[in-house]
């Protein structure tokens, strides 16, 4: 009879296979502690470690709010701080209104597999994250994809597909803010042709809320409110907390409520993280000197590390494209031995040839971080 190791070799070799491949091809991930000056993460305002936050939540207790939900929000784990913030996330970015998620992966993977219906046609940009990739793996309509950032291929796309003689709705999904590119979308032509093709847009604000747009709305902050607009805005990246609001039609948020499989069978977020989103969309008005800090530090970046490479995006994201994994990697761990939290990023992540710094500009460095930054990477690039 065979030992263990054995058996659990035998059981698990396709596994192991699998990982052994990746680490030929120089795209072994692995858990690392967070070490040396931040340059990766996406606390972009810095307020994860704010006092104001960790005043809310010590006051959240200190009025009984539990820290567990105890259970779905169908079931009992509908806490009165989640309606406070979904009444409270509504009236400041301008939604009929808002539904919390615990993640915007959740949150995604809802809308996309909930709401368009068989027969009906997404049309979602090339590379919009991979939450939305897993929601259009489930959902029940058509999905086709158009070029990056390009309003004309999503058109192209819509008029192909009605050409065809399709009657359903289509839906446009989109990012505003790109995540590994930095990359702004077009957005007022994406708006434009929601309208011409009677459509509606399915847009995934992470990167740009508290970061840009009135008050920190984002980059889709003027589209809040219509009836043929869904944002998604997280809470766990320039709002420094965890989870994710659905800003939309009330039809859309009772659907989701009914229908949202991610929503219904998930226990429900903490109630004293709702507690400190709610103050955390607050310091995004109360508080812009953040959004200016940060502005200024982008373009100090974009003259600094632009000289390295680095390209200028005019947004919080500058990716340095070294193409090949290997070098990548090299590079990435060069930095970090020098103390900088730059990370490496390779596919699938990114496209096929693509592999890059993915370097994160927060408040949690200063520009003479930068600086000292740009030299590192002129010898870490030798």
């Keep these: 009879m065979a030992n263990a190791s054995t058996r659990t070799g035998n059981i698990w070799s396709a596994h192991t296979a699998d990982l052994a491949a990746l680490g030929e ?53 509908n806490d009165p701080e989640h309606e406070l913030l979904e009444e409270e996330a509504a009236r400041f970015f301008g939604s009929e209104s808002a539904l919390f998620f615990s993640a915007g992966y959740a949150a995604n993977v809802a809308l996309l597999s909930t709401l368009p219906q068989r027969g009906d046609l997404i049309v979602y940009d090339e590379l919009v ?36 003689g399709n009657a359903g709705r289509i839906w446009l999904a989109f990012e505003t803010l790109y995540s590994m590119d930095g990359d702004m979308a077009p957005v007022a032509d994406m708006a434009a042709m929601a309208e011409r093709h009677d459509a509606v847009m399915l847009i995934d604000e992470a990167h740009a809320t508290g970061v840009f747009g009135r008050d920190g709305r984002g980059l889709a902050a003027d589209l809040d409110g219509r009836p043929d607009t869904i944002v998604l805005r997280t809470c766990g990246k320039a709002l420094g907390c965890e989870g994710a609001l659905v800003l939309a039609p009330r039809v859309v948020r009772d659907f989701l409520v009914n229908r949202g499989r991610p929503f219904i069978f998930s226990t429900a977020p903490s109630p004293l993280v709702a507690a400190a989103v709610r103050e955390a969309i607050r310091m995004l008005a109360d508080e812009p000197d953040r959004r200016d800090a940060l502005h200024d530090l982008v373009a100090h970046a974009e003259r600094v590390l632009g000289r390295h490479g680095a390209q200028a995006t005019g947004s919080q994201i500058l990716p340095l494209i070294l193409h090949d994994d290997a070098r990548t990697m090299a590079v990435a761990a060069r930095l970090q031995k020098a103390g900088f939290d730059v990370r490496g990023i390779r596919p699938p992540t990114v496209p096929q040839g693509t592999s890059r710094l993915r370097i994160s500009l927060t408040l949690n460095a200063t520009s003479g971080d930068i600086d000292a930054l740009g030299t590192a990477l002129a010898e870490a690039m030798k």
Excluded: C
């Design 25 to 77: 091809k120089a795209r072994l991930r692995s858990l690392t502690p967070r070490r040396g000056i931040d340059f990766a993460s996406n606390d972009y305002l810095a307020m994860s470690s704010s006092p104001r936050l960790g005043m809310a939540v010590q006051d959240a207790i200190a009025r009984g709010v539990p820290l567990g939900s105890g259970g779905s929000r169908l079931l009992r784990g």
């Design 129 to 164: 994250h991979a939450s939305m990739h897993e929601g259009l793996r489930l959902t029940r309509a058509t999905a086709l994809s158009a070029v990056h950032n390009d309003a004309q291929s999503f058109d192209d796309v819509a008029r192909e597909w009605r050409a065809a």
